[in-house]
């Protein structure tokens, strides 16, 4: 069973991501990865939002299979 403290770790993560791709766009970095190819802000910023969505999607399945009206207070 999925408990709270996965959804967290996932959001921490994302707020992660979010922060270092921020950064790297406001720098202009970029890491290289081949001929005329590069890994920067942008792209961290996609995974970001590609872990957001995994949060709250873990969120809604949460709520949706839990026993009984309290399901924040388990």
Same mark, same amino acid.
């Given at each position: 069973?999925? =408990?709270? =403290?996965?959804? #967290?770790? #996932?959001? %921490?993560?994302? %707020?992660?991501?979010?922060?270092?791709?921020?950064?790297?766009?406001?720098?202009?970095?970029?890491?290289?990865?081949?001929?005329?190819?590069?890994?920067?802000g942008?792209?961290?910023? #996609?995974?970001? #939002?590609?872990?957001?969505?995994?949060?709250?999607?873990?969120l809604i399945? =949460?709520?949706?299979?839990?026993?009984?009206?309290?399901?924040?207070? =388990?």
């Open positions: 069973m999925i =408990k709270y =403290k996965h959804i #967290v770790i #996932v959001a %921490v993560i994302a %707020v992660l991501f979010y922060i270092i791709g921020a950064l790297f766009k406001i720098l202009h970095w970029a890491f290289p990865l081949g001929e005329n190819s590069h890994f920067g942008p792209e961290l910023i #996609v995974i970001s #939002v590609m872990f957001w969505a995994i949060a709250a999607g873990l399945f =949460k709520a949706i299979t839990a026993r009984g009206d309290d399901f924040l207070n =388990k």
